[in-house]
């Protein structure tokens, strides 16, 4: 394979990589305060329905993001109140929301599905550093969100280890007993941690109607909520495996599409399914050391906690 055709491979990769990264690091960050939240593919799908048809009635770019957060926001703080101040199970929760996002998002958008996006995120190629060879095509020719992104690793990474606020949302997930003992708001902290949550899935949405593919259609997400859940598993819990997985997962899917490209004589099917095949075998491959997950896992990971502050 030359470096002309690996370049374009490179950039689909990353381009598939991008939302799963954002969407990964918010639930990561939920995860970080004991809050497990599986309705990740129904808060993207309301922010993908809720910027399109933003961008659609002629708000703009801007009112389409800021909507798109908007929308994930809401569908998480109602996940919020009911497994944190409800003491609801996380689980059955979080696949409510899904398919409370699945189905609403189909119901609402049934008249805008196929029509392209009034308006998208341009790519915004940096001078110079987008003519270098391989990486100036994939890294530096982004859109905004995209270059969000990215930045998200080292920003989320830095909260995480380096700040206060990060050490203290860790040690609401591992001990919230403890947490509430030394004086800490252990529900403002899963709230603030369930909010970042949505907002970043809202923002995940809104690559994925106004950014990638710049249409609306019914399951526009592809059940990439699920992949990027899987994804905070396989990277153990910290932000920078994050986007290494993000970038395994987003090569197995560009692959699909340059076979397709090259015309190569396999079911279009079979290639679609690829990243879903990639998925089980990374869960059966980490399942092998359930020590290693546990070791990293927040102790407190989908367990309800009453705090009376």
Known sequence: M???SL??????????????????????????AGILNLG?????LMGALASFMTVTMGGGLFLGLVMGISAGVLSSLIFGFVVINLQANQVAAGLSL?????????????????FPAAASFAPLPIPFLKDIPL???????????????LLSLAGVSWFLYRTRAGLTLRAVGESPVVARALGLSVTRVRYLA????????GIAGTYYSIAQFKMWQEGLTSGNGWIALALVVFATWRPMRVGFGALLFGGVTALGLYFQAIGLSISTFALSSLPYVATVLVLVFISRNLETVRRH???????????DS
């Open 2 to 4: 030359s470096m002309y």
């Open 7 to 32: 370049s374009p491979l490179l950039a689909s990769a990353i381009s598939a990589a991008l939302p799963l990264i954002i969407v990964a690091l918010g639930e990561l960050i939920c995860e970080r």
């Open 40 to 44: 990740l593919e129904g808060m993207m």
């Open 98 to 114: 899904t398919i409370l996002g699945a189905g609403l998002s189909a119901f609402l958008g049934r008249s805008y599905v196929g």
């Open 135 to 149: 990486l100036g095509v994939s890294i530096f020719s982004l859109n905004l969100l995209g270059y969000f992104g």
């Open 194 to 201: 369930v909010f970042f949550g949505g907002a970043m899935a």
């Open 297 to 307: 896992a927040p102790a407190w990971l989908g367990k309800p906690f009453y705090d």
